[in-house]
């Protein structure tokens, strides 16, 4: 393990002179700095235009300070949507901006309207704390309820929200004692794999949404927040607990890319794939980590 980490330490080392020097000899790209001051930030996203949307919680449980913030190509900050209550997950669907706040899904167009997409009351069960927020190609969004995360650490499930904002229970504690705070989702390109991490226990897992076979793929994540996937094949897992971001490789491999963090929350990855977007929650602060 120590082994493997010192060798990805080595070869991010080298990578990253290769593409200073590139950037200055050949092309002079765009290149994001960390943003701070943010509100208790926790998820991020890119749209195709290439403005970035952050989620700020503010204060833990207090309704209404809750805030969408846009960040632009110049790393310039503006409030995007206000008067949110605890928001966290994001998802574009089109144009559209989907967000996961507290215990319903908001709705908000790419001029700043905002509606309610999913009530709580069209739950299964009241929603205690709706976290990550995940589109699938077929325009699915799949929502995590973490449960009683800060007390007991158990009680939460996995909903699919289809186009119409018809929800569906696809995974409980009830149905596979395993599953105890779902956090990160992660659709595939069929719609019919989700991959998930556990905050409780720091496990990722396959979920097949047809079965609900529930499969261990990867441990040690502390408490496992954000996942994402790059193209090439790696995931990225973050872990909030602990203030680190680890990468899987397809065999289920678990690699330190990063730590030194307060509290990493749901990290996402650049539409170009050259960026991993890293909310510091606590620090309040965006980070950028390059990659290959
Ligand atoms: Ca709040
Ligand atoms: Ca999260």
Redesign the pocket.
Known sequence: MLKKIAQYSLLIAVTSVMFACQGHVKFSQYVPHKVVGLKTP??VVQAKDGRIFISEINGFGKNGDGQVSVIDQQGKVAVFASGLDDP??LAMIGSNLFVADKTKIIRITADGKQSVFVAPEAFAYPPQFL??LEADLQGNLYVSDSGDILGSGTGGKIYKIDATGKVTLLIDGQQDSRVKAP??LLADDTGNMLIYVDFTSGVLYSLNTKTGALVDWAEGFGGG??VVHHSNGTMYVSDWKNGKVFSVDMKGDVILVKGGYQSV??IAITKDERYLMVPDMKAGELDFIQLQ
């Open positions: 926790e998820s966290k997950g976290n990550d956090n990160g927040d954000g929350a749901d």
